[in-house]
Structures are given as C-alpha cells and as structure tokens.
C-alpha cells in the first residue's frame, strides 16, 4: 500500500524546488540584466534588477572589440569533434566492461573514477610536451585530443551504468530467435542504450564548450582561440572589466549551450524502451 504525501509536505516541496530554481536561475537573469544596461547604470551605487534604458550597445561593442563569431565557430568544431569522438570510443568500451564483469574490467572501472581526481595542473606540463612533441600546439586538432582524452573517463563511466541498466534478457531473446551478436547490437542494444549516448554526447559537447584552462595555455595566437578565451579579453591590465560587453559576450556564449539542451533533452529519456518494441 503505498503511502500518499500530506499538502503541506507536497506545497513544502515545491516551495523548496521554487527556491532552488530562483538560486540557479539568478546569476544567469542577472547577467541578461547587465548585457542591456547603459554605462551609466552598471556605474550606479544603486544597481536595479531591470534596465531603465535598456540598449543594445554593449553587444554592438563586443563585436567591434572582439572576434567573437570566429571565437564561437573554433570552439564550435573543438567541442562538436570532442563529443563525437569520445562517444565512439567510449561505447564499445563501455559494452565490454559491462557485459564482460572481469578483474581487469572492474581494475578499468575504478581507474576511470580515480583520474577524474587529478587536477589539471598536474597533467599541463606534460600534456603539452606530448602535443609539442607532436607538433600540435596551437591546434584545434591538439586541442581536440585533449578534449577527447579528459572526457573519456567520465563518458565510458556513464555508458557503463547505462549498459548495466539494459536488461539482458532482451539480447538472449535475440539471440534465441536466431540473430547475430551484431544484429542484436545494431537491433536492440544500439536503441536501448540511445539515450545514454546522446546524454554523454551531450556531457562531453558542454564540457568542451566551456573549457578555458587547457585552451588558454595550448592555443596562442587569437584566430584559433575559443570562446571562453577571447572573454579574458574583456579584463583590463589590473584585473577592471568592461562590464557591459563582458556581460553581452558571456551571455551569447551561454546560448549554444542552452540550445543544444533543449533540442536533446527530450530525447534522452524519450525512446528509453524503443528497442524493446519486437515488431
């Protein structure tokens, strides 16, 4: 018998819900905010939640400042090539380390989480003796690499628990009416696990999108910078920002991603049992 939560438990609940929606929501409305304030209202002692004069002036002058569509497009191709690449190397992986419970797969399994505890500073400097060594500083092709060597651990960790998910017994019923191993991977698997790939597509796209150390210190001259790093540009020489561009440019960068989540989000738990549908 199952046990039904009291309106004032259920009201306190979204109430809570509400107030941590408000506490995400916050710095990203509040940047919208400044991106449309005039100069003399981002200097005011009394900053207002919403611009009395709002302009577009800021944006126009973070384009004439800054090669922020050159930016968007490199770190368009970094992060797109990072995902697919990751994707398709860690799904295989992740299928064997799950289907196949070995010493050896469980010794893979908790060196996947331990790497995601090294900081980057750890890993820099011989990182980029490798990618010098390879001639691939300053690179979009080395940056890639990068991309695609941080964000493996933690994809192949997630499409693991998504293979482990899947019920076993679809692919012996497979199996059983006289299809392949590969049939039933492209057949059954493949739809199954779905959305498990496009959620970590989609992990290792944002990841990507919004990396500033690795680009900062591997990518030198500016037309082959991505976004995150041309923002810095908006810091003067003592640390003073310009606010207002600042503000125009950061929310722009934020959109891809905004816009990538809400095309994929329904699709990662929509279809969740189309494989399972024997037509």
């Known amino acids: 018998m199952t046990r039904r939560t009291s309106k004032p438990a259920r009201a306190g609940q979204y109430l809570a819900l509400l107030a941590y929606l408000v506490f995400l929501a916050f710095p990203f409305l509040w940047l ?16 207002t939640w919403i611009p009395k004069d709002p302009t577009l002036a800021n944006y126009r002058q973070a384009f004439d400042e800054q090669p ?10 970094v992060a797109f090539s990072a995902a697919v690449v990751a994707v398709v190397i860690a799904t295989p992986m992740a299928y064997v380390m799950a289907r196949h419970r070995t010493l050896l797969a469980r010794a893979a399994t908790g060196w996947v989480v331990i790497s995601q505890a090294f900081p980057f500073v750890l890993v820099i400097i011989p990182l980029f003796l490798v990618l010098k060594n390879l ?7 080395g940056l890639i690499m990068v991309y695609v060597v941080w964000a493996l651990p933690f994809a192949l960790w997630m499409l693991v628990g998504y293979v482990r998910a899947m019920p076993t017994e679809l692919e012996e019923a497979a199996a059983v009416d006289g299809a392949s191993k590969l049939r039933t991977l492209v057949s059954v698997t493949a739809p199954l696990l779905a959305p498990g ?16 150390f690795f680009a900062l210190v591997l990518l030198k001259t500016p037309e082959k910078q991505t976004l995150p790093v041309v923002l810095t540009h908006f810091l003067g020489a003592e640390g003073a920002a310009d606010l207002g561009p600042l503000a125009a440019a950061a929310f722009l960068a934020t959109l891809p991603s905004l816009v990538v989540f809400a095309i994929i989000q329904k699709r990662i738990t929509g279809g969740m049992l189309a494989g399972a549908v024997k037509s």
């Not at 959620?199 to 500033?212: G, P, Q, R, S």
Request: charged residues 10%.
């Open 32 to 47: 919208i905010s400044t991106s449309f304030k005039p100069a003399r209202e981002l200097s005011s002692l009394h900053p």
């Open 68 to 77: 922020l569509l050159e930016a968007a497009g490199n770190s368009l191709i």
């Open 135 to 141: 001639h691939l500083i300053n690179s979009l092709p």
């Open 197 to 212: 790939i496009v959620a970590t597509a989609l992990f290792a796209f944002i990841t990507a999108w919004n990396e500033f």
